[in-house]
């Protein structure tokens, strides 16, 4: 009788009780479970940081009154100033068809005036062979003036600097040319020029422009001074 009934107690009580081992291993996995978690705490706050984070003092870019976001403003870059043209107001710049056109109505009266000479020598019948012009290449004296008293001048460049000025003097003169270089004020700023001349003739003027550019030198600018 004592055995039936402690088996029917056994059955009112649920079964056979756990052992003691189990509830130790059911320890050990939840406490290894809350240390990992808060090992990797602070894995997890780091790789939560590589996503975009809210700018709490972030501004909306102003809007014009037509609702459109006004375009950032953009610095507009400072003129430069153009020496060539700051010239004296007796200096005109000579244009380079018009010196090319000056130069070759001279060499037309050149050639008209040797062919009424050999014509004139031929009704004498003393008839000297004339040798054809050259073309001049090398600045003249630097008293040829024009009829009306004007002078054809080049002007290699204009420069706020000294050593700029200075360089470009050298560089002619490797091509065989002779520059010189004058100072001005012209607003308060001083400029050096690098100038040549002056130049008998439109046609010398014109040649001495073109030894330029035939030594990379470009720019140079004719002028007519009174």
Do not use: C
């Not at 939840?30 to 602070?42: N, P, Q, S, T, Y």
């Not at 060499?107 to 005036?113: H, T, Y």
């Not at 009424?116 to 090398?138: I, L, N, S, Y």
């Amino acid at each position: 009788m004592a055995a039936k009934r402690s088996k029917n107690q056994a059955r009112r009580n649920g079964g056979s009780p756990m052992p003691g081992w189990m509830w130790l291993l059911i320890g050990l996995i939840i406490g290894a479970v809350a240390i990992g978690g808060w090992l990797l705490r602070d894995r997890w706050q780091q790789n939560g940081s590589l996503l975009p984070q809210p700018d709490p003092n972030a501004k909306a870019p102003a809007a014009t009154d037509a609702g459109v976001v006004a375009p950032p403003a953009i610095e507009k870059p400072k003129p430069k100033y153009d020496f060539y043209t700051l010239l004296p107001e007796k200096e005109v710049v000579i244009p380079d068809a018009e010196l090319a056109e000056q130069a070759q109505a001279e060499a037309r009266k050149q050639a008209e005036a040797q062919a009424k000479a050999q014509a004139a020598a031929a009704a004498a019948g003393d008839a000297p062979p004339v040798a054809p012009p050259a073309a001049p290449t090398a600045p003249v004296a630097t008293t040829a003036t024009q009829s009306d008293g004007s002078r054809y001048l080049l002007q290699a460049g204009a420069f706020r600097g000294i050593d700029e000025a200075e360089a470009l003097k050298a560089q002619i003169a490797l091509s065989g040319e002779i520059a010189r270089i004058e100072t001005a004020e012209i607003k308060g700023t001083t400029v050096y020029r690098v100038r040549m001349g002056p130049y008998a003739s439109a046609g010398a003027l014109a040649a001495a422009k073109q030894a330029l550019v035939s030594h990379g030198i470009e720019g140079a600018q004719a002028i007519r001074a009174k």
